[in-house]
């Protein structure tokens, strides 16, 4: 079974940027969507942002034109690129698959956005 770990998380001022990373154990390639969600305190875990394996992106409209998502089939690895960072974007962000449906979850990695 594949496992996911997320890495690049941290503190950020408003404004600011951060690229997160995703490792896969094992190939992501017949993945049909991979995604990056994300869960703030005292809220439900949202998808974010998703990629298929033809490159094809979707965008929660909360991030939209600022959050890029992208992925390497060759290296197993799914990124996101958050630009514009702002407060409400601080939450533990996940990948996972899409399509099918997510396996069992990671540590995640931690977003902070506070001046």
């Known amino acids: 079974q594949v496992q996911l770990v997320e890495s690049g998380g941290g503190l950020v001022q408003p404004g600011g940027s951060l690229r997160l990373s995703c490792a896969a154990s094992g190939s992501i390639a017949s993945i049909y969507v991979m995604g990056w969600y994300r869960q703030a305190p005292g809220k439900q875990r949202e998808l974010v942002a998703g990629?298929?394996?033809?490159?094809?992106?979707n965008y929660a409209d909360s991030v939209k034109g600022r959050f890029t998502i992208s992925r390497d089939n060759g290296k197993n690895t799914v990124y996101l690129q958050m630009n514009s960072l702002k407060p409400e974007d601080t939450a533990v962000y996940y990948c996972?698959?899409?399509?099918?449906?997510?396996?069992?979850w990671g540590q995640g990695t931690q977003v902070t956005v506070s001046s």
């Open positions: 996972n698959f899409v399509v099918p449906t997510p396996r069992s």
């Open positions: 990629i298929t394996n033809g490159g094809t992106t």
